[in-house]
């Protein structure tokens, strides 16, 4: 298509996107060379044929270098698209999001390998040309060989399965706390049908549990893909599924830009969890939703897991869009013991952040025990359980987060100093949260104990029919769509807006979005 107009997305914040004229036959999806305000960028062409009302003399030309870098797929522009429509933000955020600089940069150097490769095939090729004794001559054919078939892996690029047109399948969901044991004859079954699974979850350590159960499958069939990860392992992964290789990939929030050729289930773990939230930097997008958005792109099952599914979702469950599985229970959840800190403060059972109750815990379980902290000095409790256990090396005091992060490493006891700290209580999640934070202590160790300052809202755990009815009350969600205005750098959030769930959501946004002050962004339901 010579000299045709296409529209290009760059891996910048523009709202608009750039009009080129191409000199070669290009399609969607292929990647390109260009230069925008005096820098080299790596394009991805989203529209060809396009008209545009500037002068031609304004409209630059792509250059004639041929870009080696695999082409993105249709799957991926139309998630591209739900993304930067639904989050408010420009595609070339997601673009540098799906493709970060050390990706592209990774994708070079195999390019760059692949040409190597080629000219030592070539100088082989030359060299048989010439007479050789015959175990040289056999020495350069299996040189030959093993370099054509190096090439061949590197750039192969198989057909995408094709899928029947139909309905995608209503997501589904999975509740209680031996998930796993579902999740394994479900992925078996999509590597002997020679398809791609993608399985999600909150963290790193949650993704690294899930990593081991999932052992037997074997070592080759289950990649782990996560931000800590080099670029070169991240992009053998992106690789292999670009190839149609049949694969479950594992990995956190970021595993939903893989490029999927088969893919035909999705699995996310823990659904509720709110690390599935993107914050900073744009987009800030719900890597849940983004599943149940990618599993209709692919027409495949999804299944969300949760030992406490999020309120969204039992709402989807409650209204038919999801189908509600048999629970994968393990019996029911460890019920936490309460510990008032105001109550025990008034009889002096509170030796500073520790009370005389947890110490009884803790002493009575020689096993490991976590303490979660958030305002307590990390040094000040680690001193003070020195002092009361002086033999005792098993007693970890650890963030929330880190907890997460690293996972129980065999502790028998969890004991949060001040539950109260992990959650707003003045945000109309805060009720919810504390379902969750419990069933998620209680998957993770068998003995909880909370002190908190509000006994009565741990003590007293309602339940989603409760916590759905006041929400309906209040027109809070999930029977609103959140979206809040927030400044730029400091995320302070300035205002909060419930917009109602029907087909004015897209335009009610973007009238927010035209009346943001230039040192603002909007946050689109947060978790």
């Known amino acids: 298509m010579d000299g045709a107009l296409i529209q290009l997305i760059l891996p910048l914040k523009l709202n608009w996107l750039p009009t080129y004229r191409a000199e070669s036959s290009l399609k969607a999806g292929d990647r390109v060379y260009a ?83 080629k000219d030592s095939l070539a100088k082989v090729e030359q060299d048989l040309t010439r007479k050789h004794r015959d175990n040289v001559l056999q020495r350069l054919q299996a040189r030959r060989d093993e370099l054509i ?11 995408p399965k094709e899928r029947p047109q139909s309905a995608p399948p209503k997501p589904e969901v999975l509740p209680g706390t031996m998930r796993c044991q579902s999740y394994l004859p479900l992925l078996e079954a999509v590597l002997e049908s020679g398809d791609q699974a993608l399985v999600l979850a909150p963290e790193k350590a949650f993704c690294e549990a899930l990593y081991r159960s999932l052992s037997p499958l074997g070592a080759d069939s289950v990649e782990l893909f996560s931000s800590e990860k080099t670029a070169a392992s991240r992009n053998r992964i992106a690789q292999r599924l670009r190839n149609c290789e049949s694969l479950v990939a594992l ?50 099952r999804i299944i969300l897991g949760s030992a406490c599914p999020s309120l969204e979702t039992h709402l989807n469950c409650l209204s038919g869009r999801y189908t509600l599985l048999e629970g ?36 009575a379980c020689p096993e490991g025990v976590i303490l979660l902290h958030r305002y307590e000095k990390k040094e000040d409790v680690e001193q003070q359980c020195s002092k009361l256990f002086p033999e005792r090396d098993n007693i970890r005091v650890v963030s929330l987060q880190e907890f997460k992060s690293a996972g129980p490493q065999g502790a028998r006891l969890v004991g949060v100093l001040q539950a109260d700290a992990l959650i707003r209580s003045d945000d109309f999640r805060a009720d919810e949260r504390c379902c969750q934070l419990v069933a998620m202590l209680g998957s993770l160790c068998p003995e909880v104990v909370i002190q908190t300052a509000v006994g009565e809202r741990f003590s007293n755990l309602r339940s989603s029919e409760e916590l759905l009815a006041e929400r309906k009350r209040f027109n809070f969600p999930p029977y609103s769509r959140l979206v809040e205005i927030r400044r730029q750098g400091s995320a302070e959030l300035l205002r909060r807006e419930f917009l109602p769930r029907d087909s004015s959501l897209s335009s009610r946004k973007a009238a927010l979005a035209a009346d943001l002050e230039s040192n603002c962004y909007i946050d689109v339901d947060p978790v």
């Open 328 to 363: 994968a229970w393990s019996g029911a959840l460890p019920v936490p013991e309460v510990i008032d800190i105001a109550s025990e403060r008034r009889k002096n059972g509170m030796l500073g952040p520790l009370s005389r109750k947890l110490i009884a815990r803790i002493a």
């Open 149 to 159: 078939r190096s090439i061949e892996r590197l750039s192969r690029r198989p057909e």
């Open 251 to 300: 990995g956190t929030r970021s595993a939903v830009f893989l490029p999927f050729s088969r893919l035909s289930l999705i699995i996310v773990d823990d659904e509720q969890d709110p690390s599935f939230k993107q914050t900073e930097p744009a987009p800030r997008y719900n890597a849940r939703d983004l599943a149940v958005k990618l599993a209709m792109i692919h027409g495949c």
């Open 35 to 117: 230069k925008f305000a005096g820098r080299e960028y790596v394009g991805v062409v989203y529209r060809i044929g396009v008209e545009s009302g500037l002068p031609a003399s304004r409209i630059s030309t792509l250059e004639r270098r041929e870009c080696p870098l695999p082409a993105i797929s249709s799957g991926e522009l139309r998630l591209w698209e739900f993304i930067s429509e639904y989050y408010m933000c420009t595609l070339g955020e997601v673009y540098r999001a799906a493709y970060p600089v050390s990706k592209i940069r990774s994708e070079n150097s195999i390019s760059e390998r692949l040409g190597r490769l």
